[in-house]
């Protein structure tokens, strides 16, 4: 089955929603304006149920088949834009300075409402498909607020899939991979404090710059010697404050940084050691050191059976040659792993062409991606939810 009819002659349409979305972004939960245009648009459509303010400000509608009963598989799109200004020159670039759609998430929330729209008008499926719009993927963790808020129990959801534009891949092509697709991403801070003093004494004084100049080398060990060079862990500090004055020595410094990683026992790995270098370090050299470590997204594994399914329907719509089952693991963090925690399913990545990277103030969702992905989410209901 290739790209659905049905989903080219929408495309011109749901273009036009996806180019009002980028005209209008929303930050993390602050996504009233186009939850709202959500939710009037899948009452447009006609599903049979539409809730809003789930997980704060996220919405699902929920479709059900003509075929009769069955289970309740929900397909996934993210909503929020990020604080970047936009340099794209489109015509419908944002009207909000310093707010952007610059990841593709209105793309991602047009195409599965193009999908919504196609199924409430066939219905050729048994059971139910939920369409989930979340807000929050960056960084505010709207996936983990709505499974708390009963996202799986009260739909009855049994699977759950999700799929994100990918700048670089062809237009039309597909690509994902059973197990760690992304990376799980923590962040540290390190306050290690010494004894202030002039800069022309130092052996008065115990110096915490030297201390954290230290600990910043001996970090990278973690990945360069305490790993297995096949497996992953990118452990970075990002950030180092301290002293205010060319001949003081300061009292402190912070490190900052992030923590990425592709299996639960690196990621426990990580965190310990990062806390037993600091201490240490600081230690030896007469300072001493205070680490706080904080989990954010988990690593987004893709589950066995629910990728290889998610990999057939890819087939179907784009071909065998369009379609990639060794998509390397990426160590960004996406939140839709706290579904993937809650539920099985599958994450895939759709072609979005030569664009600009994500997260560049230039880069802009293809809508000539759209029938393939409106087509992806139809086929995989119908294929799930087959009679």
């Not at 996934?76 to 015509?91: F, Q, T």
């Not at 039309?172 to 540290?188: E, I, L, Y």
């Not at 940084?257 to 639960?264: A, K």
Request: glycine share 10%.
């Amino acid at each position: 089955m290739p790209v659905i009819n049905r989903a080219s002659e929408l495309q011109p349409e749901v273009a036009e929603w996806r180019r009002h979305l980028h005209q209008h972004p929303e930050l993390l939960f602050d996504v009233h304006g186009t939850a709202a245009f959500v939710a009037d648009k899948l009452k447009e459509i006609g599903c049979d149920l539409v809730k809003t303010g789930i997980g704060r400000t996220g919405v699902v509608g929920i479709i059900k088949g003509n075929r009769g009963d069955g289970p309740v598989i929900g397909f996934r799109a993210d909503m929020d834009a990020l604080p970047i200004h936009e340099v794209s020159g489109k015509a419908w670039s944002s009207k909000t300075p310093g707010k952007m759609h610059a990841c593709g998430h209105d793309g991602h929330t047009a195409m599965l409402l193009g999908a919504a729209k196609h199924l409430a008008e066939t219905r050729n499926f048994k059971g139910s498909i939920a369409v989930i719009f979340q807000p929050a993927e960056e960084g505010g963790g709207g996936a983990r607020e709505m499974v708390r808020d009963g996202l799986m129990e009260n739909f009855a959801i049994s699977e759950v899939y999700g799929m994100h534009n990918h700048p670089g891949m062809a237009v039309g092509t597909f690509a994902t991979r059973k197990g760690s697709v992304m990376a799980a991403a923590d962040q540290f801070d390190i306050q290690i404090n010494g004894r202030s003093g002039h800069a022309a004494q130092p052996h008065k004084s115990i110096d915490p710059v030297l201390a954290a100049a230290q600990v910043v080398v001996a970090l990278q060990s973690i990945a360069a010697r305490e790993t297995d060079p096949l497996k992953s862990v990118v452990v970075t500090v990002t950030k180092i404050h301290g002293g205010d004055a060319y001949n003081v020595i300061p009292d402190g410094v912070k490190l900052s940084g992030t923590v990425r990683t592709l299996l639960p026992e690196l990621r426990d790995m990580a965190e310990t050691r990062i806390k037993e270098i600091a201490t240490g370090i600081a230690m030896a050299m007469g300072a001493q050191a205070q680490v706080s470590y904080h989990r954010g997204y988990p690593v987004t594994f893709n589950h066995a059976t629910e990728t290889a399914f998610a990999l057939d329907v890819m087939r179907k719509v784009a071909g065998t040659q369009a379609v990639s089952d060794e998509f390397p693991p990426a160590m960004g963090a996406e939140d839709f792993s706290y579904m993937l925690e809650a539920r099985p399913g599958a994450f895939v990545f759709i072609g979005n062409g030569d664009t600009a990277n994500l997260h560049n103030s230039a880069y802009d969702f293809n809508d000539e991606a759209i029938p393939y992905g409106i087509s992806y989410w139809v086929t995989l209901a119908e294929t799930a939810l087959a009679a």
